[in-house]
């Protein structure tokens, strides 16, 4: 898989993401980060926060 990384966060509505069922199986269906927020699809995304005192 060939993914683009964007730096802001703000460019979440150029950023596509494989949408999935409800079983989380893939679908052939892609949509904006935007897009899947907005419509509460079903998606796969990692997030990591690193803490440092």
């Known amino acids: 898989m060939n993914q ?3 730096e802001s966060y703000q460019e979440k509505d150029k ?3 494989k ?3 409800e079983n ?3 679908t052939d269906i892609e949509a ?3 897009e899947v927020h ?3 699809l079903w998606h796969q995304e990692v997030a990591i926060y ?3 005192k």
């Open 24 to 26: 989380g199986n893939m």
């Open 38 to 40: 907005d419509k509460h």
């Open 15 to 17: 950023m596509l993401l």
């Open 4 to 6: 683009v990384h964007y």
């Open 19 to 21: 949408v999935l069922d």
């Open 32 to 34: 904006t980060k935007k």
């Open 50 to 52: 690193i803490f440092v």
